[in-house]
């Protein structure tokens, strides 16, 4: 084997990884060699004499671990990205094992005898390093640093039997959903969906001959808006609602009792307010009122919706009817021909025209083609990011077409952190799924990839800006309910009239887009938000119930706990249920979500109100988004990041402008 690339620093530009340097084989060694480096470090720091100094812990703590971080960052980027058999394997044995060397350090009694004996004195720490002092200690204690020995054997059982459950329930739910894939053998029956697609969905699951549906994962299916068969509708309904209803229901009421118990060890009065305790809302209570205010107007605009569905069906309608429904009415009310469209947005042009060059109005950046550098996948493009006055800032990956080896959805990583301590520059990647056109034709988005790409845009722009001492606190490392912030505010410049202008170009022509298609498009995408806002609430409200109430002894049954808690809160609509229910809410039990759904629209608050800034500050201005970048930004998770955004906004946030978006005033 030749010399493992993961032992040194990357020679490239940035420190971007040597991806053609790197083969399966690497991983696993570098892995080893990098926990039992990081032990070593921390070895020596908790057995270091001197009595602890911000430098000789903290901040060697930081530095600690580098062979560990440079195989992780690229490994768990690659199982992404482009996954293979080798890889899952590798994933599988070093998961657990990870947790292990992170409990093993977390754990260590000597070790955080020196953070707290630190932490007593804090206040004579310059404000960086006392922020990140703080984020240390509270990091420990949160692992369970503070319990005897006793009570640490007994958190070390529970997340063991936590973790267990989680990939069971994982498990569980992949081989439900694709049990419940919908076969048909007359073809007939598929009016409205792509009988060629349902025949290859069937070819893939050996049916030859035969025609299949399968199922993604929130409750409601893409085929529903299409197929015109209303027992098949009912069918696949059904089926999407009733996934994981056996196998996870024992498995759904033991994690949340599991999980209260572990907040009762740690001191909290229940997960949710574990949770909470580390992220921007002040306190469990806030949640609740938040997500009480939202349900009795997000109620009424569904109840509307449903009205009109119902005046267009011509009866009373069933949940499997109700994107069928709403299909017909918005391309009635709407006249939108979404392959018209397509070619206005044709992804170079997206890019180039729309993502960078909002970039340069904002931030003054520009962007370098560099075909010298290469990414992970041959589909990977490598830009260098400089600011107006050609100071190199770091560089930009982007991944933009699906494949196989790719996980669904859209997402951005960190290949490089920022940080001074390390004198590193940042390397990001933003991931999407778009379909790859044939060689030689474009690639021609939906509005709604348009969109994606914007918002990853946003977690980009987060990391690139960073300016921070510490890699703990670098970039995106903020809290999960603040996170989508930014990246929920650059998705605003997809639709602001200039930007849209210089990017929605006719791909052969040039021609602008049509004025009267860009304002049934801009109509369009205010349809059906009841119905969207109520699905998101039910199933916030599940995960906060799950995880205030649900750890109680008294609840065996999921069902009559789930139907309980929806029909409390006023939301148990008749027709729309909620985006994920118990058994299949992958995000609560198997993705670190718990007790953090809520954040989406949480962060969407600041969204509003800072889009709201924007307007009122003349809109796209590079002081505007000098001053975006300044105090907000580029902090990172360096300090409190509501005083950041109170600095930024000049008060504390409005909700106002996210009800007036949603329709809920
Ligand atoms: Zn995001």
């Given at each position: 084997m ?17 991806f ?29 004499p ?55 350090i ?26 990140l002092l ?5 990091d ?8 005897d020995?006793q ?9 063991d ?5 989680a ?11 694709s ?5 048909v ?27 299949a ?32 209803g ?13 999980r ?8 909290y ?25 939202l349900v ?33 009415v ?15 947005f044709?992804?170079?042009?997206v ?33 260098e990011?400089?600011?107006?006055d ?5 560089l930009?990956?982007g991944?933009?077409?699906a494949?196989?080896s790719?996980?669904g ?25 778009i ?10 988005l939906t509005f ?13 722009l ?23 912030y ?10 602001w009239?200039e ?5 929605a ?11 009267e ?39 065996s ?16 609509h ?34 509003a ?7 009122e ?13 300044r ?10 990041p509501?005083?950041a955004?109170?600095?930024f ?17």
């Open positions: 030749t010399a493992n690339p993961f032992f040194a620093p990357s020679a490239l530009p940035y420190h971007l990884p040597p053609e340097e790197i083969a399966e084989e690497h991983y696993l060694p570098a892995f080893e060699r990098g926990m039992a480096e990081q032990l070593a470090e921390v070895a020596a720091i908790s057995g270091n001197e009595p602890p100094t911000f430098d000789n812990t903290i901040a060697a703590l930081e530095r600690s671990g580098r062979i560990l971080d440079r195989v992780s960052t690229v490994f768990f980027n690659q199982v992404s990205s482009d996954s293979t058999p080798g890889t899952r394997e590798i994933q599988k044995e070093i998961t657990p094992r990870l947790a292990k060397h992170s409990d093993t977390k754990l260590d009694p000597a070790l955080f005898r020196r953070i707290k004996e630190l932490h007593a004195v804090r206040e004579t720490l310059a404000d960086d390093e006392a922020w703080d984020r240390y200690h509270t420990f204690v949160r692992a369970g640093a503070e319990l020995d009570d640490k054997q007994r958190l070390m059982g529970l997340n039997e936590l973790s267990r459950l990939t069971e329930f994982e498990q569980n739910l992949l081989a439900d959903t049990a419940a894939t919908i076969v053998d007359d073809p007939a029956r598929l009016d409205g969906v792509s009988v060629e697609g349902a025949a290859e969905t069937a070819k893939a699951r050996g049916l030859d001959g035969k025609y549906i399968s199922l993604i994962l929130p409750t409601g299916q893409p085929a529903l808006s299409g197929l015109t068969d209303r027992e098949l509708r009912e069918r696949l309904h059904k089926a999407a609602t009733g996934r994981g056996t196998a996870n229901a024992g498995i759904v009421t033991r994690m949340a009792r599991l209260a118990e572990r907040a009762l060890l740690l001191g009065a229940h997960h949710a307010d574990y949770v909470v305790a580390d992220q921007t809302a002040p306190e469990p209570q806030a949640v609740t009122d938040m997500l009480a205010k009795p107007a997000a109620v009424a605009n569904a109840n509307a919706e449903a009205e009109a569905l119902r005046a267009e069906a011509g009866f009373d309608l069933e949940p499997w009817d109700w994107a069928f429904y709403a299909e017909k918005r391309n009635a009310r709407f006249n939108l021909d979404t392959a018209r469209m397509r070619p206005y044709e992804l170079d042009r890019l180039r025209d729309g993502v960078f060059y909002a970039a340069g109005k904002l931030y003054g950046l520009t962007f370098t083609d560099r075909p010298d550098l290469r990414g992970y996948h041959p589909d990977v493009r490598v830009f990011v400089f600011e107006e050609g100071t190199p800032l770091g930009f990956l991944d933009y077409y494949r196989e790719k996980r959805g859209a997402w951005m990583n960190s290949l490089v952190k920022q940080s001074d301590l390390l004198g590193e520059k940042p390397v990001v990647v933003n991931n999407l799924n379909v790859k056109p044939p060689p030689g034709e474009p690639a021609l709604s990839e348009v969109n994606t790409m914007f918002h990853e845009f946003g977690h980009a987060h990391a690139l800006f960073s300016d921070v001492r510490f890699p703990r606190v670098s970039g995106t490392a903020v809290p999960r309910d603040f996170v989508e930014p990246s929920q505010v650059n998705e605003m410049w997809a639709v009239p930007i849209l202008a210089n990017y170009r006719h791909y052969e022509t040039g021609e602008p887009m049509p004025r298609m860009v304002d049934r498009m801009l109509e369009a995408e205010r349809f059906n938000q009841g119905y969207a806002t109520v699905e998101y609430l039910a199933a916030a409200l599940l995960d906060w119930a799950w995880h205030t109430e649900g750890g109680a002894a008294e609840v049954d999921w069902e009559s706990f789930e139907n309980h808690a929806l029909s409390q809160a006023g939301l148990d008749p027709l729309i249920p909620p985006r994920y229910r118990s058994t299949y809410f992958a995000h609560i039990w198997s993705s670190g979500y718990s007790a953090g759904y809520y954040s989406y629209i949480w962060s969407e608050v600041l969204d109100d800072t889009v709201e800034w924007f307007k500050n003349g809109g796209l201005r590079r002081a505007n988004g000098d001053r975006f970048r105090e907000l930004l580029s902090k990172g998770g360096s300090i409190d509501m005083s955004f109170h600095t906004r000049g008060r504390v946030p409005d909700i106002a402008p996210l009800l007036t978006r949603r329709g809920l005033s």
